[in-house]
């Protein structure tokens, strides 16, 4: 657990219950076609965006994927401008026009979800080097799968960061599928971490269920880059547990993945720590879920009672 405070633990739990709440909210309400367009959910994967946007300062940058809901609540974007956006609705983020995989939030450092594999990389390689150059002491850090890690922008990237020493951290959700396929059917390592070092950069593998892990291994490689040692690529072992899309059959799982019994539950196991390693209440935790549920059903409300936009909108926002 390192030196995480109760304080910060509290943070943390709270968040990935939003997160949690957020991506069944969304389930539930794209089965009753109310969420126009794709979904991609993040359930099972919360530790992963939490421990990594928590250690970062406010105004550093994320680029995030096709499966960012739980990235952007986590870097401080608005559930309720998230909600509306997937929704379609004029309060959205893109004013509905986007969806899912068009939110981004540069006030609070979210630089955008993004629906092309792979291409995180690098605009997180562009944000850095504007720091870099303007020397702001802030960093970047790129979300994306394992399956991104076969595609070239992911390596043009490592290459550029490690040859100019950005202050880039290139964190992979490593969550045994892309798409429809298993990890051992596109990748040929079994840590993709161990990438890092043809860069001549530092690579590792952390529990993806463990947010206390995450968290530390993300300061540490936050306070690297802050110190100009350039970029840490961290590969998280995660568990996606719906399908790659809301409505996928998902008749590709492999028989350890159908076995829904056994699997973590990061929030849960994260409860148990913070009970026995830092005495937390139940009380304490019980107030944070409900903060969190609270703060969700605000957001679906919000979302549901909101306009739709008038065909005019398609026509703003256009030209610079
Ligand atoms: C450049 C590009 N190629 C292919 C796709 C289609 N596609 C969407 S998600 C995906 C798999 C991504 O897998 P991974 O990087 O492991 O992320 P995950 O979905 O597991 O979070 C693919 C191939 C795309 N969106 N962009
Ligand atoms: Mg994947």
Known sequence: MGDLTPTKALELHQKMWEIRLFELSASRLYKEGALPGFIHLSIGQEACAVGACLALESNDYITSTHRGHGHCLAKGASPNMMMAELAGKVTGYSKGRGGSMHIAD????????????????????????????????????????????????????????????????????????AELSPYDVHVSVPNVSVRASNYGFRGLTVDGSNVAEIYEAVSTAAADARGGNGPVFIEAKTHRWHGHYEGDPMTYLRPADRDTENRVDPIEQFEKLMAERLKIGDEAISAAKQTAAEIIDAAVEYALNSEDPSPGVMYEDVLA
């Open 106 to 177: 540069v006030a609070v450092g979210v630089l955008g979800a993004n629906g092309i594999v792979g291409q995180s990389a690098p605009l997180a390689c562009g944000a850095a080097y504007t720091a870099q150059v303007k020397k702001t002491k802030q960093l970047a850090l790129a979300f994306f799968g394992e399956g991104a890690t076969g595609a070239g922008p992911v390596h043009e990237a490592m290459n550029i960061a490690a040859i100019w020493k950005l202050p880039v951290i290139f964190f992979c959700e490593s969550n045994r599928y």
